[in-house]
């Protein structure tokens, strides 16, 4: 998988996507990650991407015509999935999305900033906007590490054990069960008895039961939507 990342600010990612998993998944061939300095792509003088809105509005919008020249120059050498635009109008993303998005081959991420882009980008270029939570951030640089965060770590061969990801929160629309590890009895701080009794069907019923009740106590919104 190819993700391609558009920003104003691209030194933002060199230690995000240099360590961890997305390091693992670059290094063993699974990903590619390539983040663009949008700069690059104006030909004003000063390497300007932004301009005082029409009608007066306040702040700055990012023009059209350098985001067409990186998308141009872009998709001239290969075909992308899809072209995503961080926005906070955009649909809510999710685990679900992020499934979705891991099963594609290439994809762009378009970094929003300063007051947003020029709708004609969005009208004409753009095929999906998408936003990580009803707040505000200076730029999309966040908003963009986080996708692709969540989208390569579900790429098999990106983490050691695969069945952990298929059973992370929010998979199933559920929150996780409790986990431990050892010592199995800490300050009197003792793991359940059940985990400890070697009997792998109680506790896979252990942990399901665990995971509805913790998501019915803190996240009822997840069981409304299966129900949908």
């Known amino acids: 998988m190819r993700i391609d990342i558009i920003s104003v600010l691209p030194e933002m990612f060199a230690g995000f996507i240099n360590e961890s998993i997305l390091a693992r998944a670059q290094k063993n061939g699974i990903a590619e990650i390539h983040v663009h300095n949008l700069r690059d792509y104006s030909l004003d003088k000063w390497r300007r991407v932004d301009d005082y809105p029409y009608g007066g509005s306040a702040g700055m919008v990012m023009q059209c015509e350098p985001i067409d020249r990186c998308l141009s120059a872009l998709t001239a050498e290969r075909d992308y999935d899809e072209i995503i635009y961080t926005s906070p109008d955009g649909e809510q993303f999710d685990q679900h999305i992020a499934n ?129």
Not at 124 to 134: K, N, V, Y
Not at 210 to 225: G, I, K, S, V
Request: proline share 4%; charged share 30%.
């Open 100 to 228: 979705e998005l891991s099963l594609k081959g290439n994809i762009i991420i378009l970094c929003g900033h300063y007051k947003g882009i020029d709708q004609r980008v969005r009208d004409h270029l753009i095929t999906r906007e998408i936003s990580i939570g009803d707040y505000v951030l200076t730029g999309g640089e966040l908003a963009a590490a986080v996708m692709a965060d969540a989208i390569v770590r579900l790429i098999p061969g990106s983490i050691s054990d695969e069945q952990s990801a298929l059973s992370d929160c929010f998979q199933d629309d559920m929150l996780a069960a409790p986990i431990y590890t050892r010592p199995a009895d800490y300050k009197g701080w003792k793991v359940p008895d059940i985990l400890l009794s070697g009997h792998e069907a109680k506790i896979r019923q252990w942990e399901l039961d665990q995971a509805m009740e913790r998501t019915r106590r803190l996240r009822p919104d997840l069981l409304q939507r299966n129900k949908g």
